[in-house]
C-alpha cells in the first residue's frame, strides 16, 4: 500500500491490519469532485487512516483519533469520509460536537452545501432536519447522518450507528460518551473517529486516553495521525514525558500546521500575529499542538528537567527586586520569596526565607524592605496571607494585592517564564520540593497552582510566582507601594 506518509505527522499509528486503500482512495476523489477542493498530503494521510480496510473488507481501525492545531482542515477529512459513508455505503453516522449547537449547524450546513451543489447528489437527498438540536440529513439509499451536542442524553433516539464521530474530542467527556458509544454495539463494522485539538488540564482525560493508546507499544485496531511541535512519549515506567517546545521555532510552526505547508489559510503572517495576541503557553496550545499534562499521574506539571537547567546565580545582587509573602492553609508556616531582574535581563527567583508561623514575617519583611528598597511587597488577600495585610500596613509596608483573575495571570506569568527559558533560580531544597508537586488547577478559563502530592505544599512556588508577577507589574498599576 501506498500510505500519504511525507505529510510530516509528528505521531502516527498506521492500522496493523490495513490491506487495502483503494475505498479511501475513491472517496478522495469523491469529495474533491463535488466539493472542488483538494486535500493536502497530511488530509489525504488521515483518511487513509480512518478508511483502510482489512483482507476480508472491515475497517482496519474499529477506533481513530486525529489532533491537529486549530484552522488546518480537521472538517475536511471527515467530511470526505462522511459523504462517501452517506452516498455509497448508506452508513448511519452520528456526528457529535461540543456543547455549541452552533457547531453542529455549521457541520451539517458544509455537508448540504456539497450534497445540494449539485443535481446528481441532490437527488440522493431524501429529506433533512434543521431545527436546533435535531440536525440530521437522509439518503434515499437509507443512509443518515444526525449532529448532535454531547450531553448525558446525546445519543437518545439513536439505536444503530454505522460510524460515531467525536468532533472538537478536548471536550469530550466520559459521561458524554457512554451516552452515545453503546450505540455502536449492534453494528458488525463500526468505527469511532475522534478528533480535536490539544488536550486541556481538567477537561481531557478521555481525549488523553485516545493520545496514550497511541502512544503506547500495542495499540490494536486503531490509527491516529497526529500534528505537533511536541516530542512525547511513554518513558520506561509508562508515564507521559513531554519535552519543552521553542514557541519561538518558525520551522515548528510549518511542521506544526500542514496547511501552511500546503500553502492553505493565512500563512506565516497570521501565526506571527497570533503569538502577539494569545501569549506563548495559548499559542502553543491553539497553534502548535502543545498539550496540556495528562491527568492522574501525579507529580509536576512542570518539566522538572527543564527546572533543573535553569539553575543559575550571578555575582551580582538582581535590581530591581519585589517580594511576596505566603501563609499555607493551617497558619503553620509562611515562606517569602523574592523576584529580581538579573544583569542579563533575565529574571531570578528565590525564597528568601520559609518558617514555622507566621510572628516572625513582618520584623523580617521591615528588614528586607529596609536593606533592598523593593517594588513591592505582594500578597494574596483572599489567602491565608491576607491576615497579615493589617500588622504589614501597621509597620509602614503596604502590599501589592493579587488576587483573582490577577493571580491566574501571575501563574501563567511563571509558567511562561519557566517554559521560554526566561527566569533562573538558586537550587533550593524548599522551591525544588514545592515545584515537584506542583499541579494546575483549572479556574474559569485559566489556572492557579495547586498541589499533585497530598503531603506536599505548593506555597514556596506560589510566593516567587507573586514576586515575579509584582516585579513586571506598572508602577501605575500597583495596588499598594512600600514605604520606607
Request: net charge negative; with cysteine; hydrophobic share 40%.
Amino acid at each position: 500500500m501506498n500510505w500519504q506518509s511525507d505529510a510530516g505527522e509528528a505521531l502516527l499509528v498506521l492500522p496493523p491490519a490495513a490491506a487495502s486503500l483503494d475505498e479511501a482512495h475513491a472517496a478522495i476523489e469523491l469529495w474533491e469532485h463535488y466539493s472542488g477542493k483538494t486535500l493536502d498530503p497530511a488530509q489525504r494521510l488521515a483518511v487513509q487512516v480512518m478508511m483502510a480496510e482489512t483482507a476480508d473488507g472491515k475497517w482496519a481501525a474499529a477506533t481513530t483519533g486525529r489532533e491537529m492545531p486549530r484552522q488546518n482542515g480537521k472538517g475536511d477529512e471527515i467530511e470526505v469520509v462522511e459523504l462517501w459513508g452517506l452516498v455509497q455505503r448508506a452508513e448511519a453516522i452520528l456526528h457529535t460536537v461540543h456543547d455549541a449547537v452552533l457547531l453542529a449547524s455549521q457541520a451539517q450546513q458544509r455537508m448540504l452545501s456539497v450534497l445540494e451543489g449539485h443535481a446528481d447528489l441532490r437527488r440522493l437527498v431524501k429529506r433533512k432536519w434543521q431545527g436546533t438540536g435535531q440536525q440530521m440529513i437522509e439518503m434515499r439509499n437509507g443512509g443518515v447522518i444526525w449532529y448532535r451536542t454531547r450531553t448525558n442524553g446525546g445519543g437518545r433516539g439513536v439505536d444503530d450507528i454505522d460510524r460515531l464521530v467525536i468532533d472538537e474530542a478536548q471536550h469530550a467527556a466520559e459521561e458524554h460518551l457512554a451516552a452515545v458509544a453503546p450505540t455502536l454495539l449492534a453494528n458488525p463494522n463500526p468505527q469511532l473517529n475522534a478528533m480535536g485539538t490539544a488536550g486541556l488540564a481538567g477537561k481531557s482525560d478521555w481525549w488523553w486516553s485516545v493520545r496514550k493508546r497511541a502512544l503506547g507499544p500495542d495499540p490494536g485496531a486503531f490509527g491516529y495521525v497526529g500534528h505537533t511541535a511536541e516530542r512525547v512519549y511513554l518513558d520506561d515506567t509508562g508515564q507521559v514525558v513531554q519535552e519543552p517546545v521553542n514557541v519561538e521555532d518558525r520551522d515548528l510552526w510549518r511542521r506544526s500546521n500542514p496547511a501552511m505547508a500546503a500553502g492553505r489559510g493565512q500563512g506565516l503572517a497570521f501565526l506571527e500575529e497570533q503569538l502577539r495576541r494569545l501569549g506563548p503557553v495559548s499559542f502553543a496550545r491553539e497553534h502548535l499542538g502543545v498539550w496540556d499534562p495528562p491527568p492522574g499521574e501525579g507529580g509536576s506539571d512542570i518539566d522538572l528537567k527543564l527546572w533543573a537547567s535553569l539553575e543559575h546565580v550571578e555575582d551580582r545582587r538582581p535590581n530591581p527586586v519585589a517580594f511576596a509573602v505566603t501563609v499555607n492553609q493551617d497558619h503553620s508556616w509562611a515562606t517569602i520569596g523574592l523576584a529580581g531582574r538579573r544583569g542579563d535581563g533575565l529574571a531570578h527567583v528565590q525564597v528568601v526565607q520559609s518558617g514555622k508561623g507566621t510572628g516572625w514575617v513582618i520584623e523580617r519583611l521591615v528588614e528586607l524592605v529596609a536593606s533592598h528598597k523593593p517594588t513591592g511587597v505582594a500578597l494574596n488577600p483572599s489567602s491565608p496571607a491576607g491576615a497579615l495585610i493589617h500588622p504589614l500596613m501597621e509597620a509602614g509596608i503596604e502590599p501589592v494585592m493579587i488576587t483573582g483573575r490577577e493571580w491566574a495571570q501571575a501563574c501563567g506569568r511563571m509558567w511562561d517564564a519557566i517554559e521560554n527559558r526566561k527566569v533562573r533560580h538558586q537550587n533550593q531544597p524548599v522551591l525544588n520540593v514545592a515545584v515537584r508537586a506542583a499541579g494546575r488547577q483549572p479556574r474559569g478559563d485559566a489556572w492557579v497552582w495547586r498541589s499533585s502530592m497530598a503531603d506536599t505544599d505548593v506555597e514556596p512556588l506560589e510566593a516567587v510566582t507573586l514576586a515575579l508577577h509584582a516585579l513586571g507589574k506598572p508602577a501605575k498599576q500597583r495596588s499598594g507601594k512600600v514605604y520606607v
